[in-house]
Protein backbone atom coordinates (compact mmCIF):
# COMPACT_ATOMS: atom_id res chain seq x y z
CA UNK A 1 0.00 0.00 0.00
CA UNK A 2 1.39 3.89 -0.66
CA UNK A 3 2.70 5.95 1.98
CA UNK A 4 0.00 8.42 3.10
CA UNK A 5 0.90 11.98 1.67
CA UNK A 6 -0.89 13.64 4.71
CA UNK A 7 -0.47 12.07 8.70
CA UNK A 8 -2.40 13.41 11.15
CA UNK A 9 -2.09 12.72 15.08
CA UNK A 10 -5.34 12.95 16.64
CA UNK A 11 -5.83 15.35 19.64
CA UNK A 12 -6.22 14.23 23.27
CA UNK A 13 -8.57 16.60 24.61
CA UNK A 14 -10.62 16.23 21.23
CA UNK A 15 -11.21 11.96 22.14
CA UNK A 16 -13.06 13.49 25.89
CA UNK A 17 -15.77 15.64 24.18
CA UNK A 18 -18.05 13.02 23.04
CA UNK A 19 -17.35 10.52 26.01
CA UNK A 20 -18.49 13.47 28.26
CA UNK A 21 -21.57 14.37 26.13
CA UNK A 22 -22.59 10.93 26.46
CA UNK A 23 -22.52 10.54 29.80
CA UNK A 24 -24.00 13.47 30.98
CA UNK A 25 -27.20 12.53 28.56
CA UNK A 26 -26.95 8.73 30.43
CA UNK A 27 -26.61 10.33 33.33
CA UNK A 28 -29.95 12.20 32.89
CA UNK A 29 -31.79 8.99 31.70
CA UNK A 30 -30.72 7.08 34.80
CA UNK A 31 -31.37 9.84 37.13
CA UNK A 32 -35.05 10.40 36.00
CA UNK A 33 -35.54 6.76 36.50
CA UNK A 34 -34.61 7.15 39.76
CA UNK A 35 -36.20 9.86 40.35
CA UNK A 36 -39.81 8.23 38.99
CA UNK A 37 -39.18 5.35 40.73
CA UNK A 38 -38.18 6.70 44.27
CA UNK A 39 -40.18 9.90 44.29
CA UNK A 40 -37.36 11.61 45.15
CA UNK A 41 -38.62 15.48 45.44
CA UNK A 42 -35.41 16.92 47.92
CA UNK A 43 -34.58 20.18 46.05
CA UNK A 44 -31.18 19.92 47.12
CA UNK A 45 -31.09 16.23 45.41
CA UNK A 46 -32.45 16.91 42.47
CA UNK A 47 -30.49 20.48 41.94
CA UNK A 48 -27.31 18.78 42.56
CA UNK A 49 -27.86 15.87 40.34
CA UNK A 50 -28.78 17.70 37.63
CA UNK A 51 -26.17 20.22 37.56
CA UNK A 52 -23.61 17.50 37.76
CA UNK A 53 -25.09 16.61 34.07
CA UNK A 54 -25.09 19.83 33.10
CA UNK A 55 -21.73 20.49 34.20
CA UNK A 56 -20.49 17.26 32.26
CA UNK A 57 -22.60 18.02 28.89
CA UNK A 58 -21.00 21.43 29.13
CA UNK A 59 -17.40 20.46 29.37
CA UNK A 60 -17.95 18.82 26.51
CA UNK A 61 -19.18 21.55 24.49
CA UNK A 62 -16.29 23.27 25.78
CA UNK A 63 -14.03 20.65 24.08
CA UNK A 64 -15.84 20.57 20.99
CA UNK A 65 -13.71 23.51 20.17
CA UNK A 66 -10.20 21.49 20.31
CA UNK A 67 -9.42 20.17 16.63
CA UNK A 68 -9.73 16.95 15.79
CA UNK A 69 -5.97 16.72 14.96
CA UNK A 70 -3.41 18.27 17.23
CA UNK A 71 -0.32 17.84 14.55
CA UNK A 72 -0.47 16.90 10.59
CA UNK A 73 2.75 16.39 8.52
CA UNK A 74 3.07 16.27 4.70
CA UNK A 75 5.39 16.82 2.40
CA UNK A 76 6.13 20.52 2.91
CA UNK A 77 6.04 20.93 6.81
CA UNK A 78 4.10 20.42 9.92
CA UNK A 79 0.90 22.33 10.78
CA UNK A 80 0.32 22.36 15.00
CA UNK A 81 -3.75 22.78 15.18
CA UNK A 82 -5.10 24.13 18.32
CA UNK A 83 -8.09 25.46 19.89
CA UNK A 84 -6.95 29.48 19.47
CA UNK A 85 -5.25 28.34 15.80
CA UNK A 86 -2.72 26.95 14.05
CA UNK A 87 0.57 27.10 12.39
CA UNK A 88 3.35 25.79 9.85
CA UNK A 89 6.48 25.18 9.58
CA UNK A 90 8.31 24.05 6.71
CA UNK A 91 10.52 21.20 6.86
CA UNK A 92 13.36 23.19 5.18
CA UNK A 93 13.08 25.87 8.03
CA UNK A 94 13.25 22.85 11.17
CA UNK A 95 17.18 22.01 12.09
CA UNK A 96 16.14 19.59 14.18
CA UNK A 97 13.35 17.95 16.52
CA UNK A 98 13.72 15.99 19.17
CA UNK A 99 12.11 15.18 23.07
CA UNK A 100 14.08 17.93 25.26
CA UNK A 101 15.53 16.88 28.26
CA UNK A 102 17.03 18.47 31.70
CA UNK A 103 20.06 17.06 33.48
CA UNK A 104 18.90 16.18 36.93
CA UNK A 105 21.95 14.74 38.64
CA UNK A 106 22.56 12.00 38.39
CA UNK A 107 20.36 11.62 35.12
CA UNK A 108 18.65 13.19 32.05
CA UNK A 109 14.77 13.88 32.47
CA UNK A 110 12.64 13.42 29.61
CA UNK A 111 10.05 16.48 29.50
CA UNK A 112 6.65 15.85 28.14
CA UNK A 113 6.83 17.96 24.96
CA UNK A 114 7.86 17.50 21.25
CA UNK A 115 10.78 20.24 20.66
CA UNK A 116 11.69 21.90 17.53
CA UNK A 117 14.40 23.63 16.93
CA UNK A 118 14.37 26.47 13.94
CA UNK A 119 16.60 27.30 11.55
CA UNK A 120 14.82 30.96 10.53
CA UNK A 121 12.88 31.34 13.81
CA UNK A 122 11.55 35.05 12.68
CA UNK A 123 9.52 33.33 9.43
CA UNK A 124 8.20 31.70 12.58
CA UNK A 125 7.60 34.61 14.93
CA UNK A 126 5.67 36.51 12.19
CA UNK A 127 3.13 33.62 11.12
CA UNK A 128 2.00 32.41 14.04
CA UNK A 129 -1.48 33.94 15.04
CA UNK A 130 -1.91 36.62 17.97
CA UNK A 131 -3.89 34.66 20.25
CA UNK A 132 -2.57 31.36 19.67
CA UNK A 133 1.28 32.94 20.76
CA UNK A 134 -0.66 34.45 23.81
CA UNK A 135 -1.91 31.02 24.45
CA UNK A 136 0.70 28.90 24.26
CA UNK A 137 2.45 31.74 26.84
CA UNK A 138 -0.29 31.09 29.42
CA UNK A 139 -0.18 27.40 28.92
CA UNK A 140 3.75 27.11 29.42
CA UNK A 141 3.99 28.99 31.89
CA UNK A 142 5.80 25.99 33.54
CA UNK A 143 8.64 26.47 31.03
CA UNK A 144 9.58 29.48 31.93
CA UNK A 145 9.28 28.50 35.46
CA UNK A 146 12.40 25.36 34.63
CA UNK A 147 13.82 27.97 32.49
CA UNK A 148 14.81 30.18 35.51
CA UNK A 149 15.77 26.96 37.34
CA UNK A 150 17.97 26.10 34.94
CA UNK A 151 19.64 29.26 34.53
CA UNK A 152 20.31 29.35 38.12
CA UNK A 153 22.02 26.18 37.68
CA UNK A 154 24.77 27.14 35.55
CA UNK A 155 25.59 30.47 37.91
CA UNK A 156 24.02 32.84 35.22
CA UNK A 157 21.34 33.54 37.97
CA UNK A 158 20.02 37.04 35.43
CA UNK A 159 16.14 36.74 35.95
CA UNK A 160 15.71 39.74 33.67
CA UNK A 161 16.39 38.20 30.47
CA UNK A 162 14.41 35.16 31.69
CA UNK A 163 11.21 37.84 31.44
CA UNK A 164 8.64 38.27 28.93
CA UNK A 165 9.71 41.20 26.57
CA UNK A 166 7.12 43.80 24.98
CA UNK A 167 9.97 44.86 22.30
CA UNK A 168 12.48 42.12 20.55
CA UNK A 169 15.14 42.45 18.58
CA UNK A 170 16.87 39.72 15.69
CA UNK A 171 19.82 39.87 14.88
CA UNK A 172 19.28 41.22 11.70
CA UNK A 173 17.72 44.74 13.12
CA UNK A 174 13.87 43.15 13.01
CA UNK A 175 11.79 44.32 15.41
CA UNK A 176 8.86 42.74 17.11
CA UNK A 177 6.40 44.07 19.40
CA UNK A 178 3.95 43.09 22.34
CA UNK A 179 2.38 39.51 22.30
CA UNK A 180 4.40 38.31 19.36
CA UNK A 181 7.51 39.96 20.93
CA UNK A 182 6.83 37.98 24.29
CA UNK A 183 6.32 35.21 22.48
CA UNK A 184 9.47 35.44 20.38
CA UNK A 185 11.84 36.50 23.34
CA UNK A 186 10.35 33.41 25.08
CA UNK A 187 11.50 31.33 22.13
CA UNK A 188 14.87 32.66 22.13
CA UNK A 189 15.77 31.97 25.45
CA UNK A 190 14.08 28.33 25.48
CA UNK A 191 16.50 27.79 22.69
CA UNK A 192 19.36 29.20 24.97
CA UNK A 193 19.26 26.87 27.68
CA UNK A 194 17.35 23.88 26.31
CA UNK A 195 17.72 23.97 22.27
CA UNK A 196 14.40 24.12 21.10
CA UNK A 197 12.15 27.60 20.08
CA UNK A 198 8.98 25.90 19.20
CA UNK A 199 7.20 23.05 22.22
CA UNK A 200 4.45 21.28 21.57
CA UNK A 201 3.74 19.66 24.52
CA UNK A 202 2.61 16.05 25.10
CA UNK A 203 -1.30 16.58 26.41
CA UNK A 204 -1.70 17.74 22.36
CA UNK A 205 -1.90 13.49 21.46
CA UNK A 206 -3.51 10.68 22.09
CA UNK A 207 -0.27 8.63 21.02
CA UNK A 208 3.06 8.31 23.41
CA UNK A 209 6.07 11.43 22.24
CA UNK A 210 8.31 8.50 21.54
CA UNK A 211 5.50 7.75 18.94
CA UNK A 212 5.07 11.21 17.52
CA UNK A 213 8.96 12.00 17.24
CA UNK A 214 9.10 9.05 14.81
CA UNK A 215 5.84 9.76 12.68
CA UNK A 216 7.79 13.63 12.64
CA UNK A 217 11.30 12.11 11.20
CA UNK A 218 9.72 9.82 8.95
CA UNK A 219 7.82 12.75 6.99
CA UNK A 220 10.70 14.59 6.82
CA UNK A 221 12.81 12.21 5.54
CA UNK A 222 10.03 11.49 2.85
CA UNK A 223 10.53 15.11 2.06
CA UNK A 224 14.27 13.55 1.68
CA UNK A 225 15.71 16.52 4.08
CA UNK A 226 17.93 15.72 6.74
CA UNK A 227 16.97 16.06 10.04
CA UNK A 228 19.55 16.03 12.83
CA UNK A 229 17.84 13.77 16.25
CA UNK A 230 19.02 11.64 18.69
CA UNK A 231 19.33 7.44 17.97
CA UNK A 232 17.18 5.51 20.17
Known amino acids: ?11 KLAGKRVPLRLLACILVIVWLVIEVSFDITSPIVLIGAYSMCLILFLAG ?63 HYESIPLRLASRILMEQRELQVMLAKEACSTGSCDLSKLTDQIDWQDKSGMRLAGLIAMYASRSEVSNQFLGFHIFISGESFVNDLDDVLKEIIVMKNRANIHINTRQP
Open 61 to 123: HILAGEPEHSLELNESGLRFNHKRGSFFVEWSNIQRVDIPSVFHFPESKNLNYIGIKLKEPLA
Open 1 to 11: MANPKVVRLNS
